[in-house]
């Protein structure tokens, strides 16, 4: 089939079958995606000069045919250093140009990937909205009355809409899954560790990690592959990262765990149990046998994020611009920032002795199950309901999400089902820590069931 610079795929079958029989240069993808950026408003906020991107395409096609990620266009969140751009975490004073890049980046550059630009981002990673930047609201491309997701907002909708073939965001809370399952992509928030978060600015630097946008779980599963690595730069990095498979046979039969029903929450979302009850089907039907957990840890941990001391590590990350540049912070940054004060020492600790507890009672859970199936959100909010609330409705979104760092688990966004109205809905599979190759097998062999087109394009999955 002809590859078309107004709709073509962007995933990496279809980039590299035209690369391999030449109907395609990477040049090409780079003028096409010069174009394609300008579709959707507030999703860059610095873009690579196109003369640079051009150059780097023709120096790959002189040498770097044989490489991995040969041409294949990405971005990265605006919170991760790439030499030379300005790194700005969605807040314009804190902006600086680093000298070096993130040592992620530096290895998919060196994979032969191409990097096009930096995303917009809710300001600090501070939210799962996508409405929390100076650079203006990244709206949802299925329909601009609703939001994004966040915080990896920019990354999420530049994937979903054909401007780039992956990219990388972050994930605290849920950054890198909440967007991805209001994109209609895959959302891989990898083991903590795996990927380096040397050149990455953190949230909370003991639970974030890189995560990976992508339009396929086989694409999601190469970037992990050729970025993950053990970094001696990084202290959190982990030396497990050079040795994990991440292509393990996919068992014959799993048993895949689900809140009772008692425990799920839609949030007054009529549509959001039917499709949920949906997904539960499609996992049955890949030889799953649904057993019901009991939530209630998982969901007291996630209470913890927001409602308990780690809201004190946000501060420890930006503390020396905070305290001079406190009102450079958009409000409902600062409030949630601010909070950090509420919180001692004492209350750390006995924030730590309080997960660690859950953290016993969730492995009970876990002897149960191979995997946890959840609804990524419970349901989604247009831009103005989540002006007038936005406290509480970002918390909401976080039901599902805030307690896999805090569990050290690992978890797989994937597409699911089509709202009423046309709006995406996902679901998430979430797994012990170095569990990422199960899940991936789960997911690639999930998504090509239901055959669902790719993001918010027409393309179908290859």
Same mark, same amino acid.
């Given at each position: 089939?002809?590859?078309?610079?107004?709709?073509?795929?962007?995933?990496?079958?279809?980039?590299?079958?035209?690369?391999?029989?030449?109907?395609? @240069?990477?040049?090409?993808?780079?003028?096409?995606?010069?174009?394609?950026?300008?579709?959707?408003?507030?999703?860059?906020?610095?873009?690579?000069?196109?003369?640079?991107?051009?150059?780097?395409?023709?120096?790959?096609?002189?040498?770097?045919?044989?490489?991995?990620?040969?041409?294949?266009?990405? !971005?990265?969140?605006?919170?991760?250093?790439?030499?030379?751009?300005?790194?700005?975490?969605?807040?314009?004073?804190?902006?600086?140009?680093?000298?070096?890049? !993130?040592?992620?980046?530096?290895?998919?550059?060196?994979?032969?990937?191409?990097?096009?630009?930096?995303?917009?981002?809710?300001?600090?990673?501070?939210?799962?909205? #996508?409405?929390?930047?100076?650079?203006?609201?990244?709206?949802?491309?299925?329909?601009?009355?609703?939001?994004?997701?966040?915080?990896?907002?920019?990354?999420?909708?530049?994937?979903?809409?054909?401007?780039?073939?992956?990219?990388?965001?972050?994930?605290?809370?849920?950054?890198?899954?909440?967007? !991805?399952?209001?994109?209609?992509?895959? =959302?891989? @928030?990898?083991?903590?560790?795996?990927?380096?978060?040397?050149?990455?600015?953190?949230?909370?630097?003991?639970?974030?990690?890189?995560?990976?946008?992508?339009?396929?779980?086989?694409?999601?599963?190469?970037?992990?592959?050729?970025?993950?690595?053990?970094?001696?730069?990084?202290?959190?990095?982990?030396?497990?990262?050079?040795?994990?498979?991440?292509?393990?046979?996919?068992?014959? /039969?799993?048993?895949? #765990?689900?809140?009772?029903? @008692?425990?799920?929450?839609?949030?007054?979302?009529?549509?959001?149990? /039917?499709?949920?009850?949906?997904?539960?089907?499609?996992?049955?039907?890949?030889?799953?046998?649904?057993?019901?957990?009991?939530?209630?840890?998982?969901?007291?941990?996630?209470?913890?994020?927001?409602?308990?001391?780690?809201?004190?590590?946000?501060?420890?990350?930006?503390?020396?611009?905070?305290?001079?540049?406190?009102?450079?912070?958009?409000?409902?940054?600062?409030?949630?920032?601010?909070?950090?004060?509420?919180?001692?020492?004492?209350?750390?600790?006995?924030?730590?002795?309080?997960?660690?507890?859950?953290?016993?009672? /969730?492995? !009970?859970?876990?002897?149960?199950?191979?995997?946890?199936?959840?609804?990524?959100?419970?349901?989604?909010?247009?831009?103005?309901?989540?002006?007038?609330?936005?406290?509480?409705?970002?918390?909401?979104?976080?039901?599902?999400?805030?307690?896999?760092?805090?569990?050290?688990?690992?978890?797989?966004?994937?597409?699911?089902?089509?709202?009423?109205?046309?709006?995406?809905? =996902?679901?998430?599979?979430?797994?012990?820590?170095?569990?990422?190759?199960?899940?991936?097998?789960?997911?690639?062999?999930?998504?090509?069931?239901?055959?669902?087109?790719?993001?918010?394009?027409?393309?179908?999955?290859?």
């Amino acid at each position: 089939m002809d590859w078309s610079p107004e709709s073509g795929s962007l995933d990496f079958t279809t980039l590299q079958r035209h690369y391999a029989s030449n109907a395609l @240069k990477p040049t090409d993808v780079v003028r096409t995606i010069i174009r394609r950026m300008d579709r959707f408003d507030h999703v860059w906020i610095s873009r690579v000069p196109p003369a640079q991107a051009l150059s780097r395409a023709i120096e790959l096609e002189g040498n770097g045919r044989g490489l991995p990620l040969y041409g294949i266009p990405f !971005a990265v969140k605006d919170n991760i250093d790439v030499a030379g751009m300005p790194t700005t975490a969605g807040c314009k004073e804190f902006s600086h140009v680093p000298a070096t890049s !993130a040592t992620v980046v530096n290895r998919l550059i060196a994979a032969g990937a191409i990097l096009v630009g930096k995303t917009n981002m809710d300001q600090f990673a501070t939210g799962l909205v #996508g409405v929390r930047s100076p650079y203006g609201p990244v709206a949802n491309p299925f329909d601009a009355r609703w939001i994004a997701g966040g915080s990896s907002s920019g990354s999420a909708v530049a994937v979903s809409t054909g401007m780039v073939s992956f990219a990388l965001g972050t994930d605290t809370a849920g950054s890198g899954r909440v967007p !991805a399952g209001f994109n209609n992509i895959v =959302g891989l @928030k990898p083991t903590r560790g795996l990927l380096s978060c040397t050149g990455v600015l953190a949230a909370c630097r003991t639970l974030d990690c890189l995560s990976v946008l992508a339009l396929t779980c086989d694409n999601a599963r190469l970037v992990l592959k050729l970025a993950k690595g053990h970094d001696k730069a990084d202290s959190f990095s982990r030396t497990q990262a050079d040795r994990l498979d991440l292509f393990p046979p996919r068992p014959a /039969a799993f048993q895949f #765990g689900m809140p009772r029903e @008692k425990d799920l929450q839609f949030f007054g979302d009529r549509e959001s149990p /039917a499709l949920f009850a949906q997904a539960v089907a499609n996992l049955e039907h890949m030889s799953g046998r649904r057993v019901e957990i009991d939530f209630a840890p998982f969901r007291e941990a996630a209470r913890l994020l927001y409602g308990g001391p780690w809201v004190a590590e946000r501060l420890a990350a930006i503390k020396d611009f905070y305290a001079a540049h406190a009102d450079a912070l958009l409000p409902v940054t600062r409030q949630i920032i601010t909070g950090a004060g509420r919180y001692s020492a004492v209350d750390v600790f006995e924030g730590i002795y309080r997960l660690r507890k859950l953290r016993r009672q /969730a492995e !009970a859970e876990w002897a149960k199950i191979d995997v946890l199936l959840v609804p990524t959100t419970g349901t989604i909010y247009t831009l103005e309901q989540v002006e007038a609330e936005p406290i509480a409705l970002n918390n909401n979104l976080g039901y599902y999400t805030n307690f896999v760092n805090l569990m050290d688990l690992c978890a797989l966004a994937l597409p699911c089902a089509f709202r009423q109205s046309g709006l995406p809905f =996902g679901v998430t599979l979430i797994a012990p820590a170095f569990s990422d190759g199960l899940l991936c097998a789960l997911g690639t062999e999930y998504q090509s069931r239901l055959g669902l087109g790719l993001g918010a394009t027409k393309n179908q999955l290859p």
